[in-house]
Structure formats: structure tokens, C-alpha cells
């Protein structure tokens, strides 16, 4: 086995009592939302040596310090100038929050992250690394020392606590027997130069088995050193793994349990496994680029291995490696925890496994390589990728079960690649091959279908006689490459499902509450999603109902997308005046209901501009039920047009623009639409009849005060020909002007205005963390019939309460009491009404 060079066997005998972070006590009450993570660890006493500068590795002088991280970081160099890290144990994520979110709640949240962090994680990583073999950076904790050793810092550093640990920068630095020692954005290049610089895939699976063992879901590709051993030539290229903060990390409690839903790879650790896909997603880069050649019996043996090498010894081990105090508080915890994880490890793993297994990506090299593509009569299919002139030795060869994978993208590099491809009518997986830059040439031994071909340098051959010749797409494309500051790739693979709610308050219907479900599908090529669809279903307390869906389809490498909604809705189109501005308010309010089901469908093909405008076109079908209405205005007007059951088929076309910050909560940017809709005579239209609507919105946060926001919104719409009542265009309630009942005043054309300044007031108290504001405001519009409007301008004034629950945008409720002529309102709404 490996022995890191890490440890010193000179730490100092002296000793500290010290607290990790006392702030993180909390009430019952306040763990109850926010869960008891690791509070009792960070809060303990623990006795802790100090660490001796002039004998710790021949004695130790810092030499800097490191801002813009989290923790608190000191480099100290020895006599032999090998570099350490001290970093301390306490951290402050508030620092990486963008500068939007500085003083807001979300300094909260992300400090109630650290409380679920393990304060010493790394010590209990360190020999589970060690007894599985893999390489990895020893850690060692201390406090430093109130020594004038350490000169300039010893104010900033003194009698902290950290965890010590070697800088490998040169390969002596770092293990006995290392001959090489990278980064991984020198590892990609090297991996896409040939084949000799391949990384060895068993050891990057053990190493990721054990970041899913102890839960460490933060394994982006900085997080990883690789290196060449002297005692294993031609092996590779294998892992070592630093910055174990992340393991162990312990999301119970109201809010943080559900922190998931919005960070998948914020999964909490137990006994049990949660949410592999989330806890492996960040690995992702790597496991995709370098894990693809094994398949699930080389998987099992390694599992098998990996777990068998965990024993209790080893477990207990690596418990007695926190200090006394730890022990005696969690060392119950871990081992069930840990013990239990190993015995469920083979199913993770297997589920893992799968995932990566559904869509699969091969990199080729810069070498000029041969690609054979053979289908078995099993149904199988084997790609063998080897070195031309050496293609009985090919670098790369597995099999694939149409079971287990539905894909596989074959990436060539540079150099004049060949592939073949043998298969007698179908490979049964979707093949893709995407040329590089080289001559690259693609022969079919027999017609086949299941191939796509891709090459955007105009160098890509077809020969042989594919029967059905695949069309070669030569649109480009920007493959997405590793760099320092953009180290994940773009999802292309796999699911997610996230809840889905709407929550409102009205005079018309009551509380109003649905929810449902947005799925996400992720594709190759289809940015930023393939396809998305919501579901939901909600219902009022006066017992309004509502169906609703929507799908957006996204085409493949363009900014085409096709998009439709369906809706089923007793809620829409609630009352009826009239026409007109003067219309008479009824003595009772009961008199302008109206019973009503509105079943509607659009469909429409859309395209993408500049990223923030779209354009939609397509059929709507629009199905109004207007039911009994006995006792009510509407039944005094049996000639009304649109009345009963009203069945319209047309076409619309509408312009999106939007760049808000958000949609919730927008503190700058604009929002405009532009919907026309045409309906020709038929079903139950008379005549052909058209209208435009116009919407638009604008943010202005000026840098005064407590920076509060002005909102702007103006808006209307304009009718052609004969409509059906229900079309009209209205006026009054949440959406166009305050104060007034929801479509108070109907007309052939309506335009309407409103400006509302929102300020922040104060942040609410831990237990509910959130930002809370004021609002004013004041909106006014009118309707128009026959081009006339008697009767003028309709205002409506009020002010209103915002909270923003953790500060942030989506967790934002507002409520308003809204004043006019003829009553008083109120509203509230999840996000703002604009």
C-alpha cells in the first residue's frame, strides 16, 4: 500500500481546551426547523495539542496567508521548503455569497450549512482512505500557538483551531514512490493528447465508492491530484483526494432536510442511502470521462472488495481518531452509521452504476484511432477503440446491454479517425459519432440504422452502404471544456423531478393552494433541458378547482422548441358587470358571480433569440362552460354571446422578452409580452374576431437607503369583430388594477398602469429567517367600448407586507390591502403580483 509522507511524529506534547463554534447551541424549538446537524460536536469542549512551530517537520515559519476561501488559511514552509496548510476548522461561507445576497438572509442559510458539516471531518476519512487504499492527504488537527513565530498573522492566527496538511507540489512532496503529480485541467489535456495518458478507472471507482461511503458530496475536479507511480509503469494516471469538509454532512430538520429539492446534491447522511444521483452528481465530469469502460462485474468485484476492507476493526479505528470528547459523543452514531452504509454499499453502488450506464461518452484521442462497432446476436453491442496499426490491442473494448444503456456518444478527437461499424439492421443503442478535427471517415459493413453523425468541421466521410444513409448534422456546436472557473459539464443525461406549488388569496375563490411536480429530462445537445413538464392540481376554500400542465420541448443544438399548456379552471372569468366604465355595482356582491368552467389547450412552435426573447406561434382551443347562474346579473342576459357552452379554435402568436434577475422577487430588468390571438368562424364562433394583448414590466433598485425597488407595469388589450363575453377585456383585481373585483369592468379595449415601491424593513428572527418589507402602491385603468369610455379612470391605492423567507427571490409571500371607490381588498400571492 501507498504511505503518504504526511504524518510527523513530532507534535507537541501541550494541550488546549478549545470550542469549535459556540454559536451554533440552539433551542429545541430552533432545531426543530432547522435540524440538530452536528451542533454537539461543534459546540463540545475538545482537548487539542498545540502545535510546537519549532519542532513540528524541523520547525515551521509562515510565510503567507490566503483570502477569498471560507476558512481561514496559513501556509507555513520547513527547513527543507515543503509547503503546509493550516486551514482552520471554523468557516465562513458567507464569503462566497455574490455580493446581491451580502447582508440578507442568506448569510444565514449558508453559516446553518456549516452547522451540518462535520467541524473534523477529515480525521475519520483519513483511515477509511487509508485502509481501502485510497491515496489521499493526511490530516493532522491542532491549535496554533500565541507565538511570536508566527509573526505578522499572530494576531489573525493565534490559538486557532485547523487541521494541518501537507501542499503537494512536486511529486517527493507527496508519497515515497510518486513519479509524476497534476491538476485535473492538466489531466484533461493530457487525456485528450493519446491514449498513454489514461487514468486508472479501478482506482478512481474505489476512491469515488468512498466519497459516496462517507456521504462527501462536493468532488468537482479541483478537489482531486493525480499522480504516476514508480511501482505501477503503465497504470495510469490514479486519484488522490483532498478537502474532505463535506463528508458526514448531517440535513435534518424542517428546511434543511428538504434542501434537496433545490440543491440536489445536497443529500444528508444515515445509515441509509438517499438520492445517489444527487450525491454523485458533482462528480459527474469525472465519472462520465473516465469511468466508462467498466462494466457492472468489474464494478461488483471492486464493491466487493472496497466493503470487505471496511471491517469493524477499521471502523473503530478510524473513530478513535477523533478527539476524546467526539468520541464520546458520536462514536455510537458512526459506527451504526458507518457499518449500516456498508452493508447497503453494493445496492449504491449498483444504482450508480446505472446511472452512468444510460447514456454513455467514449473520448477518443488526438491519435489517429479505430473505432469497431460490433452488435451480437444477444442483442449486445461492443465498442473497441485501439491506436491504428495496433488494433489487436485496443485500449478500450466493452460490451453494452440495451438493458442497462439507451446511448452512447462516441467523441472523436483529433487525427483521421475510422470507425466501423458492423450490424445487421439495428444496433439496438442510439449511437452517436461526433467527429473531430481530424479526417475522420465512418464505414458501415452492413446497413444499420440507430447511427448519428455529427461533424461540424467538414471532415467527416461516409462509406459502405448504410442502406438509409444517416444525414450528417454539420450545425456547431460549443462543446463545453474544462477550465478552473467552469468545471461542470452541461447536464445532457438523466432526470430530476422537483416539487411544484401555487399558493394565492382572493375574494372571488378564498384561499387558493395547488401542487404538483416539474420534471426535468436532459439530453444531448438540448440546452439547457430537453424537454420539461409541470403537473398540478389545486383547489380553493370555496371550492374552485383547477387542472393544470405545461411541456416545453427543446430541439436539439438550436433555439427551436415547441411548447404547449393545458388548463381545466372553475376559477377564471368569475364575474360579470357588463360592459363599460359605468356599470352599476350590485347591493349584493353575490350578483356578478359567475359559475364558470374554462377548458383550454395551446400548442405552439417557438423559437429562441439572443436568450431572452422568444417567439411563439401555434393553435388554441378555448372550451367555456358558463353554468347555472340562477339569481345572478348574467341570467338577466340569455342573448349574451358566449353564454352556456362555447366552443372557440384559433391561432395565436405571442413575444417574450425577458431579463428580470428573477421572477419572484425582480429587483431590475424588464418583462414583455405581446399575445395576439385570431378565432374564424367556427364551432360556436359567429364570425371572425381577434384581439392583442400587450403587457410589459420594468425594475429600477437605486443604491439609497435600504435599496428598495420601484415596479412598473402597463398593459391592455384591443378586440376586432363580435366576441363572446368571457374575451372581454377587463379591467380590475390583482392582475391589472387593485382595489377593485377581479374583471369589475369589461370593455372592447382596456388599458391599465401601476407603480409600486417595495422596501426592506427588518430581518425576522433564526427560527423562520427571512427578510421582511413594505410595499406601496397604486394602479388605475379604464375599459373602451365603441371607442367611447364614460365614466374615466378607475384608481386603486394601497400598501402591502412582504417576506422573503431566507432572503432569498423564490421563497418571497406578499399581502396588500388594496382602497378604491367601491371596496376594499386584499390579496396575497407567492411572489409579488408583478
Request: glycine residues 10%; proline residues 5%.
Amino acid at each position: 500500500m501507498t504511505t503518504p509522507l504526511a504524518a510527523q511524529e513530532t507534535p507537541s506534547a501541550d494541550s488546549v481546551a478549545v470550542v469549535s463554534n459556540p454559536a451554533f447551541k440552539a433551542s429545541s424549538f430552533f432545531r426543530s426547523f432547522w435540524g440538530s446537524s452536528h451542533r454537539a460536536a461543534w459546540t463540545a469542549e475538545l482537548r487539542v495539542p498545540v502545535l510546537d512551530l519549532s519542532t513540528y517537520s524541523g520547525g515551521l515559519t509562515p510565510t503567507e496567508s490566503i483570502t477569498g476561501d471560507p476558512r481561514q488559511l496559513l501556509i507555513l514552509l520547513d527547513p527543507e521548503d515543503r509547503r503546509f496548510l493550516f486551514r482552520s476548522v471554523s468557516r465562513d461561507l458567507r464569503i462566497s455569497l455574490p455580493k446581491p445576497l451580502k447582508g440578507t438572509f442568506a448569510e444565514f442559510i449558508v453559516q446553518e450549512e456549516v452547522a451540518a458539516q462535520y467541524p473534523v471531518a477529515p480525521l475519520l476519512v483519513d483511515p477509511l482512505e487509508a485502509a481501502t487504499g485510497v491515496l489521499h492527504i493526511e490530516s493532522e488537527l491542532f491549535t496554533l500557538p500565541d507565538d511570536e513565530r508566527l509573526g505578522e498573522f499572530r494576531e489573525e492566527f493565534a490559538g486557532m483551531l485547523g487541521i494541518l496538511s501537507p501542499i503537494a507540489e512536486t511529486p517527493s512532496a507527496y508519497y515515497e514512490n510518486v513519479t509524476q503529480l497534476i491538476d485535473s485541467g492538466t489531466l484533461f489535456e493530457l487525456a485528450d493528447m493519446s491514449r498513454s495518458n489514461h487514468v486508472d478507472a479501478r482506482e478512481l471507482l474505489k476512491a469515488r465508492l468512498l466519497d459516496v461511503y462517507v456521504g462527501d458530496f462536493a468532488r468537482r475536479p479541483s478537489h482531486w491530484q493525480w499522480v504516476l507511480l514508480s511501482n505501477d509503469p503503465g497504470g495510469g494516471w490514479k486519484p488522490v483526494a483532498n478537502d474532505r469538509d463535506n463528508a458526514f454532512i448531517k440535513l435534518d430538520g424542517f428546511f434543511p432536510s428538504k434542501a434537496w429539492m433545490v440543491r440536489p446534491e445536497l443529500v444528508g447522511y444515515g445509515g441509509e442511502f438517499r438520492h445517489v444521483a444527487g450525491l454523485t452528481i458533482s462528480g459527474s465530469t469525472l465519472d462520465r470521462r473516465f469511468l466508462t469502460g467498466l462494466e457492472w462485474p468489474a464494478w461488483d468485484s471492486i464493491v466487493s472488495e472496497f466493503a470487505s476492507e471496511l471491517t469493524d476493526s477499521v471502523i473503530a479505528g478510524a473513530i478513535r481518531e477523533l478527539p476524546d470528547t467526539l468520541q464520546q459523543i458520536d462514536s455510537t452514531w458512526f459506527r451504526s452509521t458507518l457499518q449500516s452504509r456498508r452493508v447497503a454499499l453494493r445496492d449504491a453502488a449498483y444504482e450508480y452504476y446505472r446511472i452512468l450506464a444510460g447514456n454513455v461518452e467514449i473520448q477518443g484521442t488526438d491519435a489517429p484511432e479505430t473505432v469497431r462497432v460490433t452488435r451480437f446476436e444477444d442483442g449486445t453491442l461492443e465498442l473497441r477503440v485501439a491506436e491504428q496499426g495496433r488494433e489487436t490491442d485496443p485500449y478500450f473494448r466493452r460490451r453494452f446491454d440495451p438493458e442497462e444503456t439507451r446511448e452512447i456518444r462516441l467523441r472523436l478527437h483529433g487525427g483521421s479517425d475510422r470507425v466501423i461499424i458492423d450490424a445487421d439492421g439495428s444496433l439496438g443503442i442510439k449511437l452517436r459519432v461526433i467527429a473531430g478535427r481530424g479526417a475522420d471517415t465512418v464505414d458501415f459493413v452492413r446497413p444499420v440504422s440507430g447511427v448519428r453523425l455529427y461533424d461540424q468541421f467538414d471532415g467527416l466521410a461516409v462509406v459502405g452502404d448504410p442502406g438509409r444513409r444517416p444525414g450528417v448534422s454539420r450545425r456547431a456546436y460549443d462543446d463545453w471544456t474544462y477550465s478552473p472557473d467552469d468545471e461542470t459539464a452541461p447536464r445532457q443525461w438523466g432526470d430530476w423531478t422537483l416539487p411544484s406549488a401555487e399558493i394565492g388569496l382572493s375574494g372571488d375563490y378564498g384561499l387558493f393552494v395547488s401542487g404538483g411536480a416539474t420534471r426535468y429530462w436532459y439530453g444531448f445537445r438540448r440546452d439547457p433541458y430537453a424537454a420539461r413538464a409541470t403537473a398540478r392540481v389545486g383547489v380553493s376554500t370555496q371550492g374552485k378547482l383547477e387542472f393544470n400542465t405545461f411541456g416545453d420541448f427543446r430541439a436539439r443544438n438550436s433555439p427551436n422548441h415547441i411548447e404547449w399548456q393545458a388548463l381545466a379552471s372553475s376559477r377564471k372569468i368569475l364575474r360579470w358587470y357588463g360592459l363599460g366604465n359605468d356599470t352599476r355595482n350590485f347591493a349584493d356582491p353575490d350578483s356578478a358571480r359567475v359559475n364558470r368552467w374554462l377548458i383550454a389547450a395551446d400548442v405552439s412552435a417557438a423559437r429562441v433569440f439572443l436568450k431572452t426573447l422568444d417567439l411563439l406561434l401555434g393553435p388554441v382551443f378555448n372550451y367555456s362552460l358558463t353554468g347555472d347562474n340562477e339569481d345572478r346579473f348574467i341570467s338577466t342576459q340569455p342573448n349574451l354571446y358566449g353564454n352556456g357552452n362555447f366552443a372557440e379554435l384559433g391561432a395565436f402568436g405571442e413575444l417574450r422578452f425577458d431579463n428580470r434577475d428573477n421572477r419572484w422577487a425582480a429587483t431590475r430588468g424588464f418583462k414583455v409580452n405581446v399575445r395576439g390571438s385570431i378565432f374564424p368562424a367556427l364551432l360556436d364562433v359567429e364570425s371572425l374576431y381577434g384581439f392583442l394583448d400587450v403587457r410589459a414590466m420594468t425594475y429600477l433598485t437605486p443604491s439609497i437607503l435600504n435599496r428598495p425597488t420601484v415596479a412598473l407595469r402597463a398593459g391592455g388589450r384591443k378586440i376586432w369583430g363580435e366576441f363572446p363575453w368571457f374575451e372581454s377585456a377587463f379591467i380590475g383585481g390583482i392582475q391589472t388594477v387593485r382595489g377593485w373585483p377581479n374583471q369589475r369592468f369589461a370593455g372592447e379595449a382596456s388599458i391599465y398602469g401601476s407603480a409600486e415601491i417595495r422596501g426592506f424593513l427588518f430581518n425576522t428572527p433564526r427560527v423562520i429567517p427571512g427578510r421582511f418589507g413594505g410595499s406601496l402602491f397604486v394602479d388605475t385603468g379604464r375599459v373602451f367600448v365603441d371607442g367611447d369610455s364614460p365614466g374615466g379612470f378607475h384608481t386603486g391605492a394601497g400598501f402591502g407586507v412582504w417576506f422573503s423567507l431566507m432572503g432569498q427571490p423564490q421563497g418571497t409571500f406578499a399581502a396588500s390591502i388594496a382602497f378604491s371607490d367601491e371596496e376594499t381588498v386584499l390579496n396575497a400571492t407567492y411572489g409579488f403580483a408583478f
